[in-house]
């Protein structure tokens, strides 16, 4: 099988991932942080092993910022419901996830809060003037993509984040399609919160995330509950990382995601070079077949198409016969689709990871050759 899945999740795993995984389950598979005996011990520095990487990753010195959590998703929901507050107005953009849409959607239809999405350019990009023509005394957060998980486009989080200082408010970048491809900076852009999933690009397995939070920006636990500190207390801690780690951590999957990480930074620039070299050749050559829209541009990481009149599901089902794993669909991002027009049948989307060949992207190019013919 011939894996172009990568922006859902990435595979296969280096070894290493599933090594350290194993090695944490048959030699540290105590509770970390829970007790004081050796094995609790060695437990708790494999999770703050991965939580100072992951600091350092991110530029940010005091470790404790970083929260482990299952995954992006859950890492932008406890972001989002962590600072907003009844009678805010909140900023997101046509181009979100449904990860970052529903949880706005469901306050902005109760009344909690009031919503503006902002549309992209014609070429994909969401423009700072038009985040800072949204803007409205009560803004209190801007959740935006850094990259579009069916686009492929690299947004500016910096000049998002000038917007957001000039306007006293937050921002909340979710990485999901970028950690572990391209450097983060998140204080260097103005970013307040930045959402991201181990099991993508970081190489780390299912169930695994992890959130910064800013120096000076407090968030309200989205779940409480025992976090092996203050257990004297029947309140939630306040200091982080405890306020936002109830209950018992994925142990196994930090000890993975580890791993994984430091095979995926290692290697991050000659990656991702690789990568949108290989969506660059697919992208010329499905535009030059007959009757097929390509909606990605050139650089990006991953490609989004359709084929004449079948439909992307249909297509991805071929692609599958021919023992290649493409997805069709909305993605779960309907409001791309909006802008690009094709919510009613979605895109294929194409995306290459670590170990893609050259074959293998030739390969989707004759299948779909076959299709148009």
Same mark, same amino acid.
């Given at each position: ?99 970052v849409l529903r949880p706005l959607s469901e306050l902005s239809r109760s009344g909690a809060i009031t919503l503006t999405l902002v549309p992209p350019d014609a070429q ?107 257990? +004297? ?6 200091? *982080?990382? !405890?306020? @936002?780690?109830?209950?018992? $951590? &994925? %142990? /196994? ?16 620039? +000659? ?6 070299? *290989?969506? !660059?050749? @697919?992208?010329?050559?499905? $535009? &030059? %077949? /007959? ?8 650089g990006a990481s991953l490609v989004s198409f359709n084929a004449g009149g079948v439909g992307s599901q249909e297509m991805a089902a071929l692609l599958d016969g021919a ?20 919510l009613d049948g979605g895109t294929v989307r194409v995306s290459p990871g670590m170990y893609t060949t050259r074959a293998d992207v030739l390969s989707v190019i004759e ?7």
């Amino acid at each position: 099988m011939i894996y172009l899945d990568n922006a859902a999740t990435s595979f296969p795993k280096p070894r290493e991932t599933a090594a350290a995984m194993m090695e944490a389950l048959a030699r540290y598979g105590a509770n970390p942080g829970r007790a004081g005996h050796a094995l609790a011990v060695s437990a708790g520095r494999i999770v703050e092993s991965c939580r100072e990487a992951i600091a350092q990753m991110l530029g940010e010195q005091d470790a404790s910022r970083v929260v482990f959590c299952q995954n992006a998703t859950d890492a932008l929901n406890t972001a989002i419901h962590g600072v907003v507050r009844t009678g805010d107005h909140v900023i997101a953009t046509l181009l979100e996830h449904n990860s970052v849409l529903r949880p706005l959607s469901e306050l902005s239809r109760s009344g909690a809060i009031t919503l503006t999405l902002v549309p992209p350019d014609a070429q994909g990009q969401i423009r700072a003037a038009d985040i800072e023509c949204a803007m409205l005394p009560n803004t209190r957060l801007v959740a935006m993509t850094h990259m579009s998980n069916v686009l492929g486009t690299l947004q500016d989080a910096a000049a998002v984040g000038e917007v957001c200082k000039r306007h006293g408010a937050l921002l909340l970048l979710d990485c999901a399609q970028t950690a572990g491809h391209v450097p983060l900076a998140p204080k260097k852009w103005g970013c307040h919160l930045l959402a991201m999933p181990g099991h993508k690009g970081l190489l780390g397995p299912h169930g695994t995330g992890a959130l910064w939070i800013a120096p000076g920006v407090r968030v309200a636990p989205l779940r409480q509950g025992g976090t092996g500190s203050a257990s +004297e207390s029947m309140f939630q801690p306040r200091m *982080l990382p !405890d306020s @936002l780690e109830s209950g018992t $951590l &994925n %142990l /196994p999957g930090i000890a993975g995601l580890h791993a994984g990480m430091r095979v995926a930074l290692q290697r991050m620039h +000659e990656t991702h070079g690789r990568i949108t070299a *290989l969506c !660059d050749l @697919l992208r010329e050559e499905l $535009l &030059n %077949l /007959p009757d097929v829209r390509v909606y990605t541009p050139r650089g990006a990481s991953l490609v989004s198409f359709n084929a004449g009149g079948v439909g992307s599901q249909e297509m991805a089902a071929l692609l599958d016969g021919a023992h290649i794993a493409a997805r069709g669909g909305l993605h779960c991002a309907p409001g791309v689709h909006r802008f690009l027009g094709t919510l009613d049948g979605g895109t294929v989307r194409v995306s290459p990871g670590m170990y893609t060949t050259r074959a293998d992207v030739l390969s989707v190019i004759e299948c779909v050759r076959k299709v148009t013919n």
